[in-house]
């Protein structure tokens, strides 16, 4: 493990859901997503009343967060911000459940969960491959 | 996740894009939930029907899958929107009708049959005790699961369509027999009178029985009609898809009474009704039938409605599948319900139609109806088939 200082590297391995590759900067939340009803498609910014993330856009970060919750209609909302190009470019979990990933799988949108998400901070630049997860940090003066 | 030569080679993509999508699907399902391999199941329900739920998205994902996709087992779909005959009628937009076809032409494209119901159990699709399937809809996976002893998990629309694609499940949860023993001992001390009741019985044991497994003790008589509601209604307000009633439903003999126990009074009967209900006298509409009714309880409302006028203020819905509407034309009960100003909703219901804004008060005989039409910000009103239909011909709740 590095520590949080300077520019440094860190890679775990996870379980892959959805395979690929995702390379961007990280949005965290240590809250469950829903994404019926809790995220809008058309902005892709978070809408559920109470949220940590809420007012937030997920379009093209990587995602992070514990679980899914919700209706399984979600799947299909992932789908449909996909279509709509506002979809995150990949999901890490710290444990995935059915929405989420029936979701991700119809929406090619690479996912990992089994990873320690406390250890990822938002503005990471995180990169996924398959199971793998790489966190960056190049943030000046952190 | 074990698999035999012929399901990896679906999941490579040998047999074309849908069945590959569905394999990923299982697997990904499997490895989540610790399934060691996939096994058959006898038949599917698929739901995700309404466009309303759907949206453009939704259409699209279907017609994609519509391209190479064909069902392997017997497959019965979910209510869709709107009556697919009968929509004008009903109030649904040219627009809405337009997708909600397409919805409809996709599925019947992948060899689904168009059932639209909710109650699959009471137009043919009836598995046997004991055998696997795959379900989405809530309460027929908890009917299936309870009063029928098929084996089910609470499935969503995309999964229930990857196993109708590949014919397999993963083999986990409420298909494995550990994970079906009952672990709460629910003593209900009540008396129960109507089918409402049910439904009532349901939000309370929903919410205090959590996340196990209950074994219903201290009923003694109880219809088809009521455990079609009590299935809907408890797993609607908490608990697993899957209960027991001693000496009547299957299995319930092949368990001990669990020692953990919670005792169900009038008191927490009459409760669940003040919490299902609101504070409203004028009812613009009045629907039955969440779950869709049987012929039993189409023949009953006809018996009711007979020589009587719906009020002109309030819309009289009776939500049922086709094909016992069918049953309904033949024996004359449609033609008395119609007469009196009731209209029927078929391949529909109150849960999936795009009512919002529409109609400002509801009554019904269904907590999970209730439960739903307040999504669609409606006032509630939960009783008996007979205060239903009283209802719907004073205007007023009484």
């Not at chain 2, 299982?26 to 309404?50: R, T």
């Not at chain 2, 004008?88 to 997708?99: M, Q, T, V, W």
């Not at chain 2, 009590?230 to 608990?239: D, K």
Request: proline fraction near 3%; charged fraction near 25%.
């Amino acid at each position: 493990m590095c520590g949080r200082g300077g520019d440094w590297k860190m890679e775990m391995k996870g379980r892959i859901i959805m395979k690929g590759k995702a390379e961007n900067l990280a949005l965290v939340t240590s809250q469950p997503i829903s994404f019926y009803g809790g995220v809008d498609p058309l902005s892709g910014q978070i809408i559920e009343k109470d949220h940590e993330l809420k007012g937030k856009s997920v379009k093209d970060k990587i995602l992070v967060f514990p679980t899914g919750k919700g209706s399984t209609v979600g799947s299909y909302t992932l789908y449909r911000m996909k279509k709509n190009g506002t979809s995150p470019a990949g999901i890490i979990n710290k444990e995935c459940e059915t929405v989420i990933a029936v979701g991700a799988i119809i929406s090619d949108i690479p996912c990992v969960d089994f990873i320690d998400i406390s250890k990822i901070k938002s503005g990471d630049k995180v990169q996924i491959n398959n199971e793998k997860v790489i966190v960056m940090n190049s943030r000046k003066g952190e | 996740m074990y698999l035999t030569r012929e399901e990896e080679s679906m999941l490579r993509g040998d047999k074309g894009f849908s069945v590959k999508k569905s394999m990923e699907i299982l697997v990904a399902l499997g490895n989540i939930y610790g399934a060691d391999k996939l096994i058959e199941v006898g038949s599917v329900q698929v739901s995700g029907v309404s466009y309303h739920n759907l949206g453009d998205a939704g259409l699209a994902f279907l017609e994609e899958l519509a391209k190479d996709g064909r069902v392997r087992v017997l497959t019965t779909l979910n209510p869709a929107g709107m009556d697919l005959e009968n929509w004008k009628n009903l109030g649904i937009s040219e627009d809405f009708a337009k997708k909600q076809r397409l919805v409809i032409k996709a599925f019947e494209k992948m060899g689904i049959i168009v059932s639209c119901t909710c109650t699959p159990y009471l137009i043919g699709n009836l598995p046997r005790y004991g055998e696997h399937i795959a379900w989405s809809e809530s309460s027929a996976v908890t009917f299936a699961n309870s009063v029928i002893g098929a084996k089910t998990n609470r499935e969503g629309g995309p999964s229930a369509l990857a196993a109708a694609f590949v014919g397999k499940t993963p083999y986990y949860g409420l298909h494995l027999d550990e994970n079906r023993i009952p672990d709460i001992n629910i003593i209900v001390n009540a008396k129960l009178k109507n089918l409402s009741d049910f439904g009532a019985l349901g939000y309370v044991i929903g919410k205090k029985a959590e996340n196990k497994i209950p074994y219903i003790t201290g009923i003694k008589e109880v219809d088809l009609d009521r455990l079609k509601s009590f299935s809907a209604s408890v797993v609607t307000f908490g608990s697993k898809p899957i209960y027991y009633i001693q000496n009547i439903t299957p299995g319930s003999e092949k368990y001990r009474i669990p020692k953990d126990n919670i005792i169900i009074e009038q008191s927490d009967i009459k409760e669940a009704y003040s919490h299902i209900n609101d504070t409203v006298s004028e009812i613009e509409l009045v629907c039955i039938g969440c779950p869709h009714c049987s012929i039993k309880e189409i023949a009953e409302i006809a018996r009711l409605l007979e020589n009587k006028k719906i009020c002109p203020n309030t819309e009289f819905w009776v939500a049922s599948s086709r094909s016992t509407k069918q049953l309904s034309d033949i024996r004359g009960y449609t033609k008395i319900i119609e007469k009196a100003g009731g209209k029927f909703a078929c391949d529909t219901c109150m849960a999936v139609a795009p009512l919002k804004g529409r109609f400002k008060s509801v009554a019904t005989t269904s907590a999970k109806g209730c439960y739903y039409s307040r999504h669609n910000k409606m006032l509630t009103k939960m009783g008996s088939i007979k205060q239903c239909v009283d209802a719907g011909v004073t205007g007023k709740w009484k």
